[in-house]
Nanobody, 121 residues
Framework: QVQLVESGGGLVQAGGSLRLSCAASGSIFRLNTMGWYRQAPGKQRELVATVSSAGSTNYADSVKGRFTISRDNAKNTVFLQMNSLKPEDTAVYYC???????????????WGQGTQVTVSS
């Protein structure tokens, strides 16, 4: 099994910054795409940003130019630097990763438990 543990959420004023981290652990043979999603109250979960194992990134239009996703492959960790935060960024942020499990070589897809980000106006 693969576990994802997020950290770094909290309360910040509009215009401020936060940095989220997500560390993957377990029987990992290879991590492929890692990413961040968010879910606001009453809304569906939506993509925020993803990064491939080669470093290619993809962002939702709503966060382009404000958020930066990066990863440390040696530590199986993905980061989300969030700048110029807006009240509409308030949501629970979830880490996601897919890859291959050691020994069995089975494909996996895992979610973290989520971390709350609240942006006050």
């Amino acid at each position: 099994q693969v576990q994802l543990v997020e950290s770094g959420g909290g309360l910040v004023q509009a215009g401020g910054s936060l940095r989220l981290s997500c560390a993957a652990s377990g029987s990992i043979f290879r991590l492929n795409t890692m990413g961040w999603y968010r879910q606001a109250p009453g809304k569906q979960r939506e993509l925020v940003a993803t990064v491939s194992s080669a470093g290619s990134t993809n962002y939702a239009d709503s966060v382009k130019g404000r958020f930066t996703i990066s990863r440390d492959n040696a530590k199986n960790t993905v980061f989300l630097q969030m700048n110029s935060l807006k009240p509409e960024d308030t949501a629970v942020y979830y880490c996601n990763a897919d890859g291959i499990i050691s020994v069995t070589m089975r494909v996996f897809g895992s979610w973290g438990q989520g971390t709350q980000v609240t942006v006050s106006s």
